[in-house]
């Protein structure tokens, strides 16, 4: 394929993820991810399109993909999976792979990892990153043709997200708040953590980013930074606000010269990071003896909850920060299995 412009051969994947950044607002995470899926096509090109088994990068992956039934909850996956990729592949005889790419190379790639058994959702989502790659690179004028105009991927497999029942939700923050009789000021930012994920059905990522000027205790509403660095106001319930009273009560126990403004703090006083969120998640649900569950669970049944008890789509979009409606209707096919379950269990003639 022939190129033109003025982007120097190696540096054609930097600039790719600088528009990733600065221009589409995506996350470091998501830019981690699309390069190490532009590296693993490098890779197939490479080996001469051979076919490769799945490897530990890809089966890790594949599991991210299997168990996030949102964009959201993929990110951490595709990262793990891209630095796994970029190490084995020199980034500047990537770059140069890439710009010889035809449609023949794509088709012959995404026909090896389904071949060899990966999930439909991981390679929608490698898909989307070379067309999203290629697409930028023709109109940026790096490119003279557009490998993958005619790309054909596979939708991602449609699967209901996994909650909790909302007797298992009271039980799960029920055990939390009593774990906080111990006076240990880390189970009493667990508890709050958790009412709040729960209360206001916020991401992980988003939980962590809060500073302490993005709450209000009076109005019971917090400031979320979403994807692309869209703010939204979200509502909180009394328990949550109580849960955050008591947290900030004992947070000075952990300030630390490395504090700042976080409103969440882990044992050495920095701001709380996402996988402590995560492992504070599965302790309280071993705890209260619930489905094991990561902490998306709690969006994902924040929202069926709301649409079970009467919201409306707009209003659960709004609290979710979905850019798209289509993303929080499959909720109400959440509520529908449960009511139909619920029907055939209660109903004598179900």
Known sequence: M???????????VARFEGYLRHERGLSENTVRAYSGDLTHLAAHVMRGGASQPVGASDAADQRGAATASEPDGADDARARHGAAAASTVDAGR???VLRDVTLAD???WLATMAAAGLSRPTMARRGAAVRTFYAWAHDAGHLDANPALRLASARPASTLPSVLTAAEVVTLLTAAQTRCD???PLH???WAMAELLYATGMRVGELVGIDLRDVDLDERLVRVVGKGDKERTVPFGVPAAQALREWLGVRHLLVSETTGAALFLGSRGARVGQRQVRESVHELCRLAQVPEVAPHALRHSAATHLLTGGSDLRSVQEVLGHASLNTTQ???????????????LAHPRA
């Open 182 to 184: 111990d006076g240990d």
């Open 106 to 108: 794509l088709r012959s």
């Open 94 to 96: 990537a770059a140069r």
């Open 330 to 344: 499959r909720y109400t096919h959440v509520s529908a299995e449960r009511l139909r379950a619920t029907y055939q």
């Open 2 to 12: 022939s190129t033109r412009g003025d982007a120097g051969q190696g540096d054609l």
């Open 188 to 190: 009493v930012r667990d």
